[in-house]
């Protein structure tokens, strides 16, 4: 369960009881602690609350285990593997770089998120974002030529057979 305590406070019960409290700074003397939660969504099959983070300049994201209240800090919207099992967060951030340009891959374990893959130093970054099947991950490596016209290219992350994620062109990839 989540609610709004009042304007500045977002509540989450635990399916064990606990409660979670976000409580908003919107009129800090400095701006740098500005801070402000925003409920986004709510993922039912992996029972995870999705919450958007933001800051006097950027943000971030948070999923909150909907049974036990961890907190797990993203790069961006979880996009849910077909199977469930998995969660991809993508984020393209390469001018204004105030938040993580990059891509992670969590497993979703019984009580927690383990982080299977993080490659946050790429140079380009990645859009369109989405699972081609359980074990292969498509995206577009998104960035700008000399001229500042966009430019794309196919990218790709599989899973391989010993369990971990192999990046379609290593040169590419930190």
């Known amino acids: 369960?989540?609610?709004?305590?009042?304007?500045l406070t977002l509540c989450i019960v635990t399916t064990q009881g606990d409660t979670l409290i976000f409580r908003d700074r919107l009129?800090?003397?400095?701006?740098?602690?500005?801070?402000?939660?925003?409920?986004?969504?709510?993922?039912?099959?992996?029972k995870y609350w999705v919450i958007l983070?933001?800051?006097?300049?950027?943000?971030?994201?948070?999923?909150?285990?909907?049974?036990n209240g961890r907190v797990n800090t993203v790069i961006s919207i979880p996009i849910p593997s077909p199977d469930g099992?998995?969660?991809?967060?993508?984020?393209?951030?390469?001018?204004?770089?105030?938040?993580?340009?990059?891509?992670?891959?969590?497993?979703i374990d019984p009580d927690s998120?383990?982080?299977?893959?993080q490659d946050l130093n790429v140079?380009?970054?990645?859009?369109?974002?989405?699972?081609?099947?359980?074990?292969?991950?498509?995206?577009?490596k998104f960035t700008y030529d000399a001229n500042w016209e966009i430019v794309t290219r196919p990218g790709r992350l599989e899973l391989s057979n010993d369990g971990t994620w192999v990046p379609d062109d290593t040169v590419d990839w930190d």
């Not at 369960?1 to 304007?7: E, V």
């Not at 993508?90 to 891959?105: L, P, S």
């Not at 998120?113 to 893959?117: I, Q, V």
């Open 53 to 67: 983070k933001s800051y006097y300049e950027g943000g971030g994201w948070q999923l909150i285990n909907g049974e």
């Open 113 to 117: 998120l383990a982080l299977e893959f």
């Open 27 to 46: 009129n800090p003397q400095y701006a740098e602690n500005f801070i402000c939660h925003r409920l986004f969504s709510y993922l039912p099959v992996q």
């Open 85 to 107: 099992n998995r969660l991809v967060c993508a984020n393209a951030d390469i001018v204004a770089c105030f938040n993580d340009n990059g891509i992670e891959v969590w497993r």
């Open 123 to 140: 140079s380009w970054g990645p859009v369109n974002t989405d699972w081609k099947n359980d074990s292969t991950i498509i995206f577009e």
């Open 1 to 7: 369960m989540a609610f709004q305590m009042d304007s």
